[in-house]
């Protein structure tokens, strides 16, 4: 039974039914010691603030070990209210994979037949209010033959709703057994 009220769980029930390559988990517990590391800076800068921390209280100097990881979007919601995300930010690794999308829409990079669950992923993560590890398996041209963990949060807006998600990726060779654990 899916929790209705949970957007993190009614995300997870969907990439299950759906069947995407991706798996989203609460227990941050990470494979690359790195997201650890950034799993417990947010969780500080969280204390210190109370609530989300925002984009500015992650300065160049704490993210430095990070970059080559990181991806920051937006939400752009269209005149309908359908969201849409914009590349704010993308780390020199992924954009080796990906081409540089800073700047860009989700949907110039991200093929037609899965950027559904891209944006389903995103909105929900903003809704949830909380980090998660993601797996992934990559179905995008030139990175096909790679998985992903990630760690994920939505950043604050002050007293507005997040509109904002950080993600830190690192990869390994594909592997579609992950899927298939939790």
Do not use: C
């Amino acid at each position: 039974m899916v929790d209705d009220n949970d957007p993190i769980a009614a995300l997870r029930a969907q990439a299950k039914t759906s069947g995407w390559l991706m798996r989203v988990e609460d227990a941050l517990e990470f494979d690359h010691p790195p997201l650890n590391q950034l799993r417990d800076i947010w969780r500080e800068k969280a204390a210190l603030r109370g609530s989300l921390p925002e984009r500015s209280d992650f300065d160049a100097r704490t993210l430095k070990p990070f970059l080559r990881h990181l991806t920051i979007v937006e939400r752009v919601p269209d005149a309908e209210g359908r969201s849409h995300f914009r590349f704010r930010l993308q780390g020199t690794l992924l954009a080796q994979y990906f081409g540089d999308q800073t700047g860009k829409f989700l949907e110039a990079s991200i093929p037609p037949g899965i950027i559904e669950a891209w944006n389903i992923g995103y909105d929900a993560l903003l809704a949830g209010r909380r980090p998660v590890r993601v797996l992934n398996v990559y179905e995008i041209p030139n990175a096909e033959f790679l998985s992903g963990e990630s760690f994920a949060v939505p950043l604050g807006n002050g007293a507005d709703p997040p509109n904002s998600v950080l993600t830190a990726t690192f990869f390994r060779p594909r592997d579609t057994s992950l899927m298939k654990a939790g």
